[in-house]
Structures are given as C-alpha cells and as structure tokens.
C-alpha cells in the first residue's frame, strides 16, 4: 500500500498541467495564466510548488478557459484514479442547533 503511494505521488505533476495550459493559451508566465483563469497570481505558484492541490473549481475553470475535458487535464497532471472516496462527513446536512426550552415558547 505504501508503494502504490509513492507511485501515485511520483507521477503528480501539477507543473506539466500549467505548462500545456500555457502553451495552448498562447500566454507567456503564470501571471498571465491566473489571469486568464481569473485567480490570484500565488494560487498558481502554491500549486506549482504543490503547496496547493489542483482542486474540483479550479479544474472546472480550466476547462471553462481551455475546452479541454476534465478528464485530459487531470491526465496531464498524472491524476489517473478512476474512484475518489468521500469522508463521512462529507454529503452529510449538519445537525441542527439544540434550542433552550425558553426559546420554543418565544418563537411560537
């Protein structure tokens, strides 16, 4: 298990992803990436140091400035899982707040 994520981490390269989109873009740096993808200039350096993922909204920006699929770009950055899981917590209503006695009499 271990192995399999060192592979995984290995093949990671969220600069190859940047640089296909530049070079498709026509643009000449990062600045004018996060331009054309309408984010602050260090999102694009954290994500190039890996200090940051490549998350869902900023693949979908991508997309929307590229056309290229989802699927290509996270190919292009060496995401090939074809699953994701989701934790418990996520998907779930948050519990509702526990109200004093008092405070149901002076609602109704």
Do not use: C, F, W
Request: charge should be positive; hydrophobic fraction near 35%.
């Amino acid at each position: 298990m271990a192995s399999e994520n060192l592979v995984t981490q290995e093949s990671y390269n969220p600069n190859h992803l940047l640089d296909i989109l530049i070079e498709r873009l026509n643009l000449k740096n990062d600045a004018a990436l996060s331009r054309a993808l309408e984010v602050a200039p260090p999102v694009i350096s954290k994500i190039r140091h890996r200090r940051l993922p490549v998350g869902a909204s900023m693949l979908i920006r991508m997309h929307e400035v590229s056309t290229m699929s989802v699927r290509e770009l996270r190919d292009l950055m060496g995401d090939r899982r074809t699953k994701y899981r989701l934790s418990d917590a996520q998907g779930k209503p948050k519990p509702a707040p526990a109200q004093p006695a008092g405070d149901k009499q002076a609602n109704s």
